[in-house]
């Protein structure tokens, strides 16, 4: 009968036997065989006498962990993962009045604009950069600079940042997400709030001064609409930045906007399609539509 290699093995270990290295002759006497290796095994050869042995440094503590708590190895691979799936989460908002696209030099730096339609800051055009940390996303929350510091209760006068920490007090992984800091951004200029503000003449003017604290919104508008057409503070490829009209490069663009029409494959499904918004040469009201009236 065969047996599998295995378990004859196993059987063969549960008996009693003499050692590897006697072997019994026919008159009964016992002489030295060479040792035989245990099957499976390697031996290694033996170590010379003046040999040095080598030993490997000593880690000082654990095992390397990058600051996001994964393994260095693979941690920043780990941090463009969330920082694209982030991105690809803003796309997916459609979030109203805000265009926002990633540094060419740095993925951690975000360039963005937010329109604001109506209300107190009507016509705003603010343009901003998003600062991620470096750990993120379990570090703390990310960093919101505008460009020009707006005249808002919750805008540094100084610096231009945004009191984020407000709406975001401990930055929860997998909870909170980089859109909704944006979206934060853009209510602040339709819900005022005064408490605890960064800028403590903002708050107290709409407080008790709302027409004083309206002029001043409104030269702070002003005062941003007017450095527009600046060039980047930052000198980056993908650094939003605005030009004047010319009609020989954004005329035929604006003509192609407004004829835009449906794809016939999209007729069955009943779906409207609504013009893309345009802004007229020297103002920042958008619009969409042609101002003649419709032909009958």
Not at 271 to 281: A, E, F, R
């Amino acid at each position: 009968m065969n047996l599998n290699p295995f378990w004859s093995m196993s059987a063969n270990t549960s008996r009693k036997q003499r050692p590897d290295n006697e072997e019994q002759s026919g008159n009964g006497e016992q002489r030295a065989s060479p040792a035989r290796l245990p099957f499976g095994k390697k031996q290694l050869p033996a170590i010379p006498k003046n040999a040095a042995p080598i030993t490997k440094p000593t880690a000082m503590g654990t095992p390397a962990q990058s600051a996001n708590g994964t393994h260095a190895s693979y941690g920043p691979f780990y941090l463009e993962y969330s920082l694209l799936a982030e991105f690809t989460l803003v796309i997916k908002q459609k979030l109203p009045g805000i265009y926002v696209q990633p540094s060419y030099k740095s993925a951690l730096m975000w360039f963005g604009v937010i329109f604001i339609r109506h209300g107190l800051y009507q016509d705003g055009v603010f343009k901003f950069t998003v600062y991620i940390p470096d750990n993120y996303p379990d570090g703390e929350c990310p960093k919101l600079v505008f460009d020009i510091p707006v005249f808002h209760p919750l805008v540094d006068p100084v610096s231009g940042e945004l009191d984020v920490r407000r709406a975001f007090n401990k930055w929860r992984r997998n909870h909170n997400h980089i859109w909704q800091v944006l979206m934060y951004a853009r209510t602040i200029f339709y819900k005022i709030n005064t408490t605890e503000p960064l800028n403590p003449e903002a708050a107290v003017l709409y407080e008790k001064d709302v027409q004083l604290f309206k002029s001043k919104v409104v030269d702070s508008v002003k005062l941003c609409n007017s450095h527009l057409f600046d060039q980047p503070k930052i000198d980056d490829p993908y650094a939003i930045s605005f030009s004047p009209w010319n009609p020989a490069i954004h005329e035929e663009a604006k003509e192609r906007m407004f004829t835009y029409k449906r794809r016939p494959e999209d007729h069955h499904k009943g779906t409207q399609v609504s013009g893309l918004s345009w802004v007229k040469p020297g103002s920042t009201q958008p619009f969409s539509k042609d101002d003649s009236p419709p032909q009958s």
